[in-house]
């Protein structure tokens, strides 16, 4: 039992920080990012890339996926994303184009990806030892990942609480209106928030390729967990994110060794309709009014 | 009944005449293409009933349709044939209704994500039983032919079509117009708008049910992976988009040409049919918003025929 | 007096911790229009939301022909008879002037459908002044003729109660004279309506009876003259702290 929630936690630490990922770009830019989850299978890609190829610790491989993926979502946001949120008349109306362009985009990088590598599955072997903990061994792989993705998520959160620019991030995030109004550039913050998101989420894909097999079709199944999570934590709730993470890391760890392991969608389901039925504004979030 | 219904009618049934007259002439690639088509156009066009006038994407057809392609399965050999596709009907509808009292309260985000890992959650709870009952996948071995299917699937056509028709003259589907253009509008008018879209969720779970279980014959072997695909979701929105969900005939212009190109593509490069579906829906959302449909309306608008 | 068709008892409502509104008690008879005003801010708008369904109140009743409403969903409301217009102008973009009416007639408090709803519609369009652009599209109206294509959605079904929330506001004064006789001959044909306004003028020559909320709460309650007058309603529209 204390092994399922060890192991869950630490799954649901690299979950957090993909979902932190996708709960930027929703909160923050607006953009309900389909795509998420093909950045994730990205970063893992090129950590794998560089493990193979140059024997390169996964990472190291982070200071060059990360600012890599930054680029890449926010010339995203801005050559792709940017026009739909200027045309959009409606709340509705962005976010039904902006499902079908992240959708387009996500079957596109599908498509590319296993065009470039292949449709098989990947993985490899990094820091495969077990450390022992309370008298149950884990993989190393999985306690570095754990640390590192609990690093990056701190970090991201004194960010956003303690500096200016997270500041202006969390103001977009309230009210883009208002924000304009005392001299916000919203697009310019948008983009920052879309591409800063893009980045970690392909960071938690590098971390999470030491101990997950993955194939160039896996992203959906991530984009929809962690769309799950940013739902049962609340749009734009950093704490709520992680808790629900968690949650999710220790349910689907527990569906997987207790019931069966191909049933780790359903123990999501089960989750998500929980939320839906009984906390549809999320775990910590207010009734709207 | 008006001139121009009488009219439309008219070329309806002329045009499903003679799309059934097809197999007298060809029963082979031409024929298997067909059905095809006729496939998607039942799905595309129930999709479009429903996702059309309130804007909800659904991703949740091969849910749908897995099950009635295991309804055909399980039921073949001891059930009667006819009774299949009701039974299925029934299956989706209820489906339907159980996804609708959960999502449909809330707004489209919700739905769409409920109903995008819809049908990959039914197939993990189907492999489950299936593992826990020693069962495998199944053949379903008839004596029903691609010609029969085809068929089948032209006379679904027609019904859709004609419930398409008369929804849309009817309070319903005026109801979900109002939906579609603003919610809160619709409940101050006194409309029930939960209860309006969860009815015709519905109905257009149950049509893709009834395909399934149609189409369960023609794949012989069934098994959850390929009869839950979820490819079969996209590819049906991507259709629907492509044509247009603004008239009723918008989905068929989308199906035609559409797996036309997939036919082409996965015959010579069949590592490419996801970057096909991707541009696809980027080509709808950035060039052609509205369709086929949207294209004609803006042409016809221009060019001032007048005609409505 | 003429019946009471609707009752407003100890209604409260709370966001959070904050009290929107608290224990309000107010009658509506027949015929009558009934302003309710207060500065911004003071509840008015909970209220109406109340009223009309939008929200659910957290404690009280709410009456229409002696059956609580209070808490049941806005579409059973609108069927039992009250019908409403919102603060910011809300039309369906895609549909034309006539089916915006007729989206009122078909599902309200009296159903209308086919041929009759649409000459019951076509009717209403020219009693509120936009005979002449039945078909048009909703994005080529000017501001007033939305408000009227808005106002005539809410008169479509019949409505037992019919609330304008600051249905005047934002015109300019030519078109809030023609406004306040809009609603002046509204009022002449015997409807029930609630007010909630901001336009002075509109609540002197329009209102019967005027209730006047401030911080939620009702300070007064009586006839206009009666109330503008009223030290206590002075000080609340004046006194700058509460005007947010």
Not at chain 2, 49 to 76: K, M
Not at chain 3, 45 to 62: E, L, Q, R, V, Y
């Amino acid at each position: 039992m204390f092994f399922i929630l060890i192991t869950g936690l630490l799954l649901g630490g690299t979950y957090a920080l993909i979902a932190m990922g996708l709960n930027l770009q929703y909160g923050v830019a607006r953009i309900m990012n389909l795509a998420n989850g093909e950045m994730l299978v990205a970063g893992a890609f090129a950590a794998f890339w560089v493990f193979t190829a140059g024997q390169v610790s996964p990472i190291a491989a982070l200071l060059v996926v990360a600012p890599l993926a930054f680029v890449v979502n926010w010339l995203i946001y801005r050559i792709m994303l940017q026009p739909l949120v200027k045309r959009a008349k409606s709340r509705g109306a962005l976010e039904v184009d902006s499902i079908l362009a992240t959708f387009g985009l996500s079957f596109a990088l599908v498509g590319i990806m296993t065009w470039a590598f292949g449709g098989g599955f990947f993985n490899y072997s990094y820091l495969t030892g077990r450390v022992d903990i309370f008298g149950s061994s884990y993989a190393q792989n999985r306690i570095v990942a754990f640390s590192i993705a609990s690093l990056l998520a701190a970090s991201l959160w004194i960010w956003l609480s303690y500096t200016r620019a997270g500041l202006r991030m969390r103001a977009v995030a309230v009210s883009p209106d208002s924000a304009r109004l005392v001299g916000i550039d919203v697009h310019a913050v948008s983009a920052l928030a879309f591409g800063l998101g893009g980045a970690v989420t392909a960071s938690g894909g590098a971390l999470i390729s030491m101990f997950f097999t993955l194939d160039a079709s896996v992203g959906v199944m991530f984009t929809m967990k962690a769309l799950i999570i940013v739902i049962m934590g609340g749009v734009g709730d950093i704490r709520g994110t992680i808790v629900a993470a968690m949650i999710l890391g220790v349910a689907e760890t527990f569906v997987a060794r207790v019931i069966d392991p191909g049933l780790t969608l359903a123990a999501a389901y089960l989750l998500f309709l929980g939320i839906l039925l009984f906390r549809p504004q999320g775990l910590f979030g207010k009734k709207p009014t | 009944m008006s001139k121009r219904d009488l009219r439309n009618l008219t070329l309806a049934s002329a045009a499903l005449g003679l799309a059934a007259l097809l197999p007298l002439y060809d029963t082979g690639y031409l024929l298997s293409i067909a059905t095809t088509m006729a496939m998607f156009t039942v799905l595309a066009t129930s999709w479009a009933l429903f996702s059309g006038p309130t804007h909800y994407i659904s991703l949740a057809t091969a849910a749908f349709f897995g099950l009635g392609t295991f309804v055909t399965g399980l039921g073949f050999q001891t059930l009667p044939m006819w009774m299949l596709p009701l039974i299925a009907a029934g299956l989706g509808a209820v489906l339907a209704a159980l996804v609708g009292l959960v999502t449909l309260r809330l707004s489209g985000v919700y739905f769409v994500i409920f109903t995008l890992g819809l049908a990959e959650l039914v197939r993990q709870l189907v492999t489950w039983v299936q593992n826990r009952t020693g069962q495998r996948g199944m053949y379903v071995l008839t004596s029903i032919t691609e010609r029969d299917i085809y068929w089948q699937l032209i006379a679904m056509a027609a019904l859709v079509f004609l419930v398409g028709w008369l929804i849309a003259r009817s309070r319903m589907g005026f109801a979900l117009r109002i939906i579609g253009n603003d919610e809160t509008v619709a409940k101050h008018s006194g409309i029930d708008t939960a209860m309006a879209k969860i009815l015709l969720f519905m109905i257009s779970g149950a049509v893709a049910a009834v395909v399934g279980a149609m189409m369960a014959p023609r794949y012989i072997y069934i098994e959850p992976s390929t009869a839950f695909a979820p490819i079969l979701s996209f590819q049906v929105v991507i259709m629907a988009l492509l044509g247009g969900t603004g008239r009723l005939w918008g989905p068929l212009a989308g199906v035609i040409p559409f797996t036309l190109l997939w036919e082409f593509i996965s015959r010579n490069a069949p590592n490419q049919t996801l970057l096909l579906l991707g541009l696809a829906f980027l080509l709808i959302v950035y060039v052609l918003p509205g369709g086929f449909v949207g294209l004609y309306e803006r042409l016809q608008h221009r060019f001032g025929s007048g005609g409505r | 007096m003429a019946r009471v068709v609707l009752e407003v008892r100890d209604v409260t409502k709370r966001f959070g911790g904050l009290v929107a509104v608290r224990e309000m008690v107010f009658d509506v008879h027949h015929n009558e229009v009934l302003g309710l005003i207060g500065p911004n801010g003071s509840g008015k708008s909970t209220m109406i939301n109340m009223i009309s369904g939008a929200f659910a109140p957290t404690a009280g009743a709410i009456r229409l022909n002696g059956q609580d409403i209070a808490g049941t969903s806005a579409h059973r409301i609108a069927r039992q008879g009250v019908a409403r217009t919102f603060q910011l102008v809300r039309l369906l973009p895609e549909l034309s002037v006539i089916e915006n009416v007729i989206a009122g007639a078909a599902f309200g408090h009296r159903k209308r459908w086919g041929r009759e709803a649409e000459s019951f519609a076509r009717q209403l369009l020219e009693r509120v002044g936009l005979g002449g652009q039945i078909t048009s599209a909703v994005s080529s109206l000017t501001y007033i003729n939305t408000k009227r294509v808005e106002l005539a959605r809410a008169l479509a079904g019949e409505p037992e109660v019919l609330l304008l929330d600051e249905w005047l506001a934002g015109l300019n004064p030519t078109e809030l004279q023609t406004g306040i006789e809009l609603i002046r001959s509204l009022r002449d044909e015997g409807r029930t309506i609630i007010l909630v306004e901001h336009v002075m003028d509109a609540i002197r020559s329009l209102c019967d009876r005027c209730v006047v909320m401030s911080s939620g709460a009702k300070i007064a309650e009586g006839t206009p003259s009666d109330v503008l007058t009223d030290p206590e309603v002075i000080r609340a529209y004046l006194g700058a702290d509460e005007d947010a």
